[in-house]
């Protein structure tokens, strides 16, 4: 990615390091490669009007022309519903676009993958850093955020060395960029199979069965489809067929339809002799999955599911 001035040195504050800044270095590194890092709070650097660095959570100015993107000083921008941006919230809005270009992303996903990263990912790093969410909310699972793991990469307190500052930025960087690439990645996934999902649902409308033509999440967009009427989703799993219930809120435990109480647990010839169908493999005993060796095996399994009482079929 070029402009009309060359970007040589990506410019960012010395010392302990955040997930913000972190994030918003592995952005740019991937759309920059070429250009420096440098971690300074030189004045004369990170001040310099008239240099063509880019310059961010640092520096005191927010001008996304000239390329500077600190959040600190007094007037710093927030989203519409006022919430305050971080270094990387304020990369991410500007340089999203060209990131997910930049890691193949499909071009007519862009827009919708930049707005999933945003609302799961990059949102929470603003709110965190800017104070806004407070770690101690999250309990136990505070050191299980990215944020808190990123610091963990900080030299120990009484290790003063520059290498190992630079060591752990760097660590960090590296760590930050898988994540946010597979982040974005998984995002575009899940819009594809958004797609995949709407359009078995709209050719098989008011069947309490869909069938799927390979695994995908389904919850999601069963839920805002508005596809109350589906109680059970068939789909192919390498060698074999899988069915899977529908949760009533997607993520809950709590399911529109059970698999039947007498499958629980059962494997193989059992699983066949108490459904009646042949080629049963397997009924997780919790009852939200069941595998059948063909397409007709587990069509016939959900059909047998719906039914108030299934009564074994000779198989």
Known sequence: MTGAREVRRLITHDGRFHAD??????VLTRLFPEAEVVRTRDQGLVQDPFSPDI?????????????????????APTRPNGDPYSAFGLIWARYAAPYLRQIGTDPSL??????????????????????RLDPAQ?????DLTLPMLIEDLNPAFDDPSPEAERSGFDAAVRLAATLLENR??????????DREVRGAIDASWGSPILELPRGAPFGETISRSGADHIRLVVHPRKTDWVVSTVSVTPGSFVRRLDLPEAW??????????????????????????????TREGALRMAELALAPDPVPEPS
């Open 184 to 193: 974005a990645l998984s995002a575009e996934a899940t819009l594809r199979a």
């Open 21 to 26: 800044e972190v994030l918003a270095t592995a």
């Open 264 to 293: 629980a647990g059962l494997e193989g010839e059992a699983l066949s002799e108490a459904s009646g169908v042949g080629g049963a493999v397997f009924c997780h005993r919790a009852r939200f999955m069941a595998v059948a060796r």
């Open 138 to 142: 999250l309990g136990a699972a505070a």
């Open 55 to 75: 310059i961010y959570d640092v520096g005191g100015v927010y001008e996304p022309a000239r390329r500077r993107f600190d959040h600190h000083q007094p007037g």
């Open 110 to 131: 862009i827009d919708r993958v930049a707005a999933s990263v945003d609302e799961s990912l990059v949102r929470g790093i603003d709110l965190l850093d800017n104070g």
